[in-house]
């Protein structure tokens, strides 16, 4: 086992500083803010509490922006992944990306990516330096708790769907529902988690090309930002990783991107690209 896949293993987060070259950077950030500006995505979001704008959000630009670039997969990410996943088919399930601005007050609360049941990955590329305060906060070795969690307002079944914010009505998007079965399954993000000491948090600062991987499970957030901040996102399953039955993203991507994908199935469609090794 290397120190990496050790670290990956273990703290369920691992950064690769340096892991791009500017070259890449000036790239996606061109095609970022022309995804910005043109807005052709269904998955295009404002996601700031007020409207401003200061937090935009995309997800699968480069197959909705024409001219996005063509070279937005990093080439030796693709076999560093399998390796760290252990797994000899590789798909590349999306790409999203986080655009923020100094007057940003909007967090990303504290979640789980659990669209995918099995081996699932996120590999954030910096686009910018990202200090402490402004950057990915993970609960070091959260993958392994066995359990399922959601944002406590997910559980808030009293508040009228017209006052929950972007970022909340962006979560309940993909993953609300009233049935007891979903709130069976999935427990509310403990409201202490930044001084409990039963959880060790961890920020992690970055500089624009590095590179930071982690398991989907690992619990993590955004704090609000007061820094221009921007992150590319790829995100990696096996051939063995199956659809949520809990999550209706495969319901909205097969909607938008016109894909076959099926609860409790694997993603087998052509669309994914798959890296075998
Ligand atoms: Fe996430």
């Not at 990915?136 to 969690?149: I, M, P």
């Not at 076959?260 to 798959?274: Q, V, W, Y």
Request: glycine share 4%.
């Amino acid at each position: 086992m290397t120190p990496l896949s050790k670290s990956l293993a273990t703290d369920g987060f691992v950064k690769v500083p340096g892991f791009v070259d500017s070259n890449f950077v000036h790239n996606i950030l061109n095609s970022i803010n022309l995804a910005a500006q043109v807005r052709s995505s269904p998955f295009f979001r404002d996601l700031s509490l007020d409207q401003t704008e200061s937090f935009l959000s995309d997800i699968w630009s480069s197959h909705f922006v024409r001219d996005f670039t063509a070279s937005y997969i990093p080439s030796s990410l693709p076999s560093l992944m399998s390796s760290l996943m252990n797994c000899p088919s590789l798909i590349l399930l999306q790409d999203t990306w986080f655009k923020r601005t100094t007057s940003c007050t909007t967090p990303i609360p504290w979640h789980h990516d659990q669209s995918i049941e099995g081996p699932f990955y996120s590999t954030w590329i910096s686009l910018t330096d990202i200090p402490a305060a402004s950057s990915l906060h993970f609960a070091r070795g959260s993958h392994k708790s066995g359990l399922r969690y959601l944002p406590s307002s997910f559980f808030d079944t009293d508040s009228c769907v017209d006052e929950l914010s972007a970022m909340e009505s962006f979560y309940r998007s993909f993953h609300y529902s009233s049935s007891t079965d979903y709130t069976d399954h999935f427990c509310p993000v403990p409201s202490d988690i930044e001084s409990n000491s039963d959880y060790d948090i961890v920020a992690l600062p970055s500089a624009i090309g590095d590179l930071i991987i982690f398991n989907g499970l690992t619990l993590h957030s955004l704090p609000s930002s007061f820094t221009n901040s921007c992150g590319f996102v790829l995100r990696w399953v096996s051939a063995e990783s199956v659809v949520s039955p809990y999550s209706k993203d495969a319901q909205i991507a097969s909607d938008y991107l016109d894909v076959s994908l099926r609860s409790g199935e694997p993603i087998t469609d052509d669309f994914f690209l798959r890296f075998n090794f």
